[in-house]
């Protein structure tokens, strides 16, 4: 079985950093494209930044600059730097890993919250 289990989310204040994990377990993590997307309330889930086995990255322009994604296939964890954090990066962030052409595997979540 397939899992991704993400960690490190919680309250910070604008302007604040986190970093989040996410340890991925059951296929193998290095051939497939990693991403983080995010979920705000009220609102639909959106890519936030992805990498792909190669090293690639993409991010949405909302955090070019401040978010840096990076993988360490010797763990099988994809991480996302956060810094600069502003209260609309509240969300609930989840992993992602697979082919981009597949439906890929999810995480459970971690709440990220940004507020003085």
């Known amino acids: 079985q397939v899992q991704l289990v993400e960690s490190g989310g919680g309250l910070v204040q604008p302007g604040g950093s986190l970093r989040l994990s996410c340890a991925a377990s059951?296929?193998?993590?290095?051939?497939?494209?990693m991403a983080w997307y995010r979920q705000a309330p009220g609102k639909q889930r959106e890519l936030v930044a992805s990498?792909?086995?190669?090293?690639?990255?993409t991010y949405t322009y909302s955090v070019k600059g401040r978010f840096t994604i990076s993988r360490d296939n010797t763990k099988n964890t994809v991480y996302l730097q956060m810094n600069s954090l502003k209260p609309e990066d509240t969300a609930v962030y989840y992993c992602?890993?697979?082919?981009?052409?597949?439906?890929?595997?999810w995480g459970q979540g971690t709440q990220v919250t940004v507020s003085s």
């Open positions: 990498i792909a086995r190669g090293g690639s990255t």
């Open positions: 992602w890993g697979g082919f981009p052409s597949d439906d890929g595997y």
């Open positions: 059951g296929y193998i993590f290095s051939i497939y494209t």
